[in-house]
């Protein structure tokens, strides 16, 4: 076998031209790594706007795609983010599967005028081919609109499906897409839904969507789509022990003591199945678990009396967690993203339904919609254009709560009335009423129709909150509350921001390089703040080598272990973990430069969010240093937190 090297495939939107490039192992060796490289040193992002075209995109996948390793073909995109300003790390599942393309990335930069068909294929012959259509602006949101009974990127697909119909079938390939969320707001995701000869497999997508990948390959390089294929076998360039499972096993006793797919099956019981609860997946593992400390109500859980947050749990569990086990579990409705792997992690209902926590919390339970099937509306349609589910949630339950404090009219946001959003006096008959409304807020964001929810798809909740500040102060000071003062974010530099995932954690907003996924400690605890950060940067690391390695996280209890053993074995990656953690360095040393290094909490609502975890997680010292002074309190803590970062890992002075 030919040294094995990373092969990067370049393509410029605006030339339209494209070419290959090849990297040295000991150089680049993964979609971080090459991510780093082109951000920093060629294009230097970090010194021009955030939609510049010189903000190349990278979709990465791992050295072990290819092989016959479970939960290998993931795509990495690499980006700096319109949210946060720095450098961000997205996944999406299963994509890489199919790419059966001799290069290991794609990297997208320039911009097209005209929106972008991008067509990427290998006839076998080891040699890519770059093919650009041109779809008028037009008649891509048209298709957006709706196309054969589908809109967004479902929409978008079958349109594509139709007129690719020939490439589809020959190469049996796959697609990245982007919605109208990419076109209007800087939340855009990253989408790629599995295909069999161009027909989907609902429930099988998946979403690259955190902080606006999405939003950067459309409006920073005019592509709508990207769709891919060939005849090129991967698995050339895998090691054989890699792509026979009987060494896969004697490998694995030696790394776990297990043979392989039983270490997979063990290490993944949440996400499969787990006898304990009689249920699976993230929806049917997270409400047992996290009970009572669910976010609901826009984070105003915290606030709320254990009896109170115990009745609104017992909602979810019967009107969400029992519905979910009945249709999912119990009909055994499981899908993977689009590789073979035993966890098959995607539990669909009622044969579409696709149904993970994240989004299903994030737009049902925390914006005060407890029934799945009223939920399931406002998701499917955030699925639908584009949107990163977590960020949306968050935005809507921010425009909940200001025109449930009197902040904001109905009208102001194009709405036939308030929501319900009293936790207190709740009942099921307000989940409808509230489901309805947020898919009007969800259908005007996503085609910028309003300009008050333009104003937040596009600067983000934190600078829009300032905005509103400023617009509707009488109303701020008549009901002295303030916009900025409703959400829960990490704040970056001076306008970049992530809102966190849906746990009540300290880790989720604390200052750390890289934010809004699981690259911290993500538990329900409360620690003294150099503990945490140590423990936190730790996970960070363990998770980026995850990620980089091109690994679906569900299968990090295995991987964790196995991964670094495997890297400097067959591919002579020299310690591959002290290597990602000169890359979470590097990180951070961009962030510094693209002035989105973390800052202190400017919400009031997150100075509670600390506050009072400290006391639901039981730390007596923290709770009385924030009864006596709560802002010095939180400040003490985040100085402290982000001095032991900076030791670890060189943040630099602010």
Not at 100 to 105: E, F, I, K
Not at 226 to 240: E, N, Q, T
Not at 399 to 423: H, N, Q, R, S, T
Not at 505 to 530: D, H, Q, R
């Amino acid at each position: 076998m030919e040294k094995r090297r990373y092969r990067a495939l370049f393509i410029d939107a605006s030339s339209r031209r494209h070419w290959v490039e090849e990297y040295d192992l000991s150089e680049i060796y993964s979609p971080i790594s090459l991510g780093l490289k082109l951000h920093m040193e060629i294009y230097k992002s970090w010194s021009k706007p955030v939609y510049h075209p010189d903000n190349v995109l990278v979709l990465g996948a791992g050295l072990f795609a290819g092989s016959k390793m479970y939960g290998t073909h993931r795509f990495i995109a690499v980006f700096r983010s319109p949210l946060t300003r720095g450098l961000h790390v997205s996944e999406m599942g299963g994509a890489a599967f199919q790419f059966r393309v001799n290069a290991d990335a794609l990297v997208v930069l320039g911009r097209s005028e005209v929106p972008l068909i991008v067509k990427v294929y290998d006839k076998g012959d080891g040699e890519p081919v770059v093919e650009f259509h041109e779809i008028p602006d037009d008649t891509l949101e048209g298709v957006w609109r709706g196309y054969k009974g589908y809109r967004g990127i479902y929409a978008l697909q079958q349109y594509l499906s139709d007129s690719f119909t020939g490439f589809y079938e020959e190469f049996n390939g796959r697609s990245i897409l982007v919605g109208p969320a990419s076109k209007y707001t800087n939340i855009g995701a990253l989408a790629s839904i599995t295909l069999s000869k161009g027909r989907m497999d609902l429930g099988s997508e998946d979403f690259a969507a955190r902080a606006g990948g999405g939003s950067v390959l459309y409006r920073a390089h005019g592509v709508a789509a990207i769709i891919y294929g060939g005849r090129y076998d991967r698995s050339v360039k895998v090691p054989v022990e890699l792509n026979d499972v009987r060494e896969l096993d004697k490998l694995f006793m030696e790394i776990t003591r297990q043979p392989y797919t039983q270490s997979v099956i063990n290490a993944g019981v949440k996400y499969r199945y787990d006898p304990k609860l009689n249920t699976g997946g993230t929806l049917g593992g997270n409400y047992p678990h996290l009970k009572v400390t669910t976010p609901v109500f826009n984070w105003n859980m915290i606030y709320l009396p254990k009896a109170v947050r115990e009745r609104l749990h017992e909602l979810i569990m019967k009107h969400i967690w029992e519905p979910f086990n009945k249709e999912a579990i119990e009909s055994r409705s499981w899908k993977t993203c689009g590789e073979p792997c035993p966890l098959a992690c995607k539990k669909v209902r009622l044969g579409k339904y696709k149904s993970d926590y994240e989004p299903y919390n994030g737009l049902g339970p925390f914006i005060g919609v407890m029934d799945i099937h009223d939920a399931e509306k406002v998701v499917e349609l955030a699925d639908a254009y584009g949107f990163d589910a977590i960020e949306l949630g968050q935005i809507v339950g921010f425009i909940f709560e200001a025109l449930y404090k009197g902040l904001l009219k109905p009208e102001e946001v194009g709405l036939p009335g308030k929501p319900f959003f009293d936790p207190a006096a709740y009942t099921m008959e307000h989940s409808r009423v509230n489901a309805e409304l947020a898919t009007r807020i969800v259908e005007q964001l996503a085609f910028g129709t309003n300009p008050v929810l333009r104003l937040i798809g596009e600067k983000g909740l934190r600078a829009a909150a300032k905005v509103l500040d400023i617009l509707y102060r009488e109303r701020v000071v008549e009901k002295k509350t303030w916009f900025s003062d409703i959400p829960v974010y990490a704040a970056f530099g001076e306008e970049g921001h992530i809102t966190p995932n849906f746990y009540w954690t300290p880790g989720l907003i604390a200052p750390l390089a890289v934010l809004g996924k699981y690259w911290t400690v993500y538990s329900g605890v409360f620690m003294e703040p150099e503990d945490f950060a140590s423990k936190s940067v730790e996970r960070a690391i363990y998770e980026a080598l995850i990620s980089d390695a091109g690994l679906c996280r569900f299968h990090r209890g295995w991987a964790e272990k196995a991964v670094p053993i495997l890297l400097e074995k067959f591919y002579g990656v020299e310690k591959p973990l002290e290597k990602t953690r000169e890359l979470y360095k590097r990180i951070a040393e961009y962030q510094k430069l693209a002035g989105a290094l973390p800052v202190f909490w400017e919400s009031g609502k997150t100075v509670d969010f600390m506050a009072l975890a400290a006391e639901e997680y039981g730390s007596p010292e923290w709770v009385a240093k924030f009864k006596a002074d709560k802002k010095a309190a939180a400040r003490e803590w985040w100085e402290r937190f982000y001095r032991r970062v900076e030791e670890l890992v060189g943040l630099g002075a602010r």
